[in-house]
């Protein structure tokens, strides 16, 4: 009984310090909204996990590289512009530092684009007609260019490691309390429902916040209305087959998106009226492959940019 004591007394305290210190120890802020940001893998790091993924990428017989200039001049004109505006941005040290490639995936099924930390940019063909024209494709770019300046990916393996190390110390809290081991066990799944609707996932919402607000922002000052954005999200709703409760997703609502839009639209219209205007032209037309027959089994769905 002594020892259960000294272990309450001791362990709380000695595991509080070491997850103040992982905390505190990893924080920096958001130069564009000013929010504290948990980073406990470098940089360096994300940049070389980012590469190596993109090279499985590429190197994965499934997927298949656009070869037709009509899809890739123009994704690579807007990708130009918009590491530029990258490097004049408050990312300006990272944006130079980062070893930028631009790839087109010929997946006319797929709605998607990403980019990798250290600059590892990749758009589906399939994101075509929601972006519509180069506009549309440069906030799309520039959300997504965001997501990899931000560190929101170091930020998110950072926040997975202190959830982890929390539910750890709780489950051996309940232990030394001598709690029953079913209830321990229902409780710490109790637990891990709230972390998951709590934490992870409204800091998701934030991260896809930050790069709609930001993303725009990149957009306007690389010369594309920022307008468009509040377009695709339109198209976005518009398409959607219905969506989870906002607070169980890892993505603001369609609506919440557009509205959220709206409210900076001033800021980044006044940075746009600033810079010189890019020529936007008109996507190519892109036509999904009809869904297999009902004795087939369903496609799979691609996933929309994020």
């Keep these: 009984m002594e020892y259960l004591v000294l272990m309450r007394r001791v362990q709380w305290p000695l595991l509080g310090v070491l997850l103040g210190s992982l905390i ?48 890739i001049d123009p994704v690579k004109r807007v990708a130009a512009r918009i590491i530029e505006a990258a490097k004049r941005s408050k990312y300006s040290q990272a944006a130079k530092s980062f070893d930028w490639e631009v790839t087109v995936i010929k997946d006319d ?36 260019v965001i997501h990899a300046l931000a560190q929101h990916g170091g930020e998110r393996m950072s926040q997975n490691v202190i959830a982890q190390a929390g539910l750890t110390v709780s489950n051996i809290g309940l232990a030394i309390l001598g709690v029953d081991p079913t209830l321990n066990q229902a409780a710490m799944q109790v637990m891990g429902v709230g972390v998951q609707t709590g934490i992870l996932l409204p800091f998701s919402r934030k991260h896809e916040s930050e790069a709609d607000y930001v993303g725009i922002l990149l957009a306007a000052d690389a010369g594309y ?71 087939s089994s369903p496609p799979k769905k691609g996933a929309r940019f994020r």
């Design 24 to 71: 505190w120890g990893g924080c920096e802020t958001n130069p564009y909204t000013g929010r504290s940001q948990l980073l406990m893998v470098s940089a360096d790091e994300m940049n070389q996990m980012g590469a190596s993924q993109y090279n499985q990428m590429l190197s994965d017989p499934k997927v298949v590289l656009s070869k037709d200039a009509r899809e």
């Design 109 to 144: 099924n797929t709605q998607n684009a990403w980019a990798l930390p250290g600059g590892k940019i990749a758009v589906y063909t399939g994101i075509f007609p929601m972006a519509k024209d180069e506009a549309g494709l440069a906030a799309i770019m520039g959300h997504e």
């Design 225 to 295: 209305d920022p307008r468009e954005a509040v377009h695709i999200w339109e198209r976005m709703a518009a398409a959607s087959g219905g969506a989870p409760p906002e607070f169980l997703s890892t993505h603001p609502a369609h609506e919440t998106r557009i509205t959220d839009l709206k409210g900076w639209m001033p800021e980044a219209l006044a940075l746009y009226e600033r810079v010189s205007k890019a020529s936007v032209k008109m996507l190519p037309l892109i036509t999904a492959s009809p869904p297999p027959s009902s004795s």
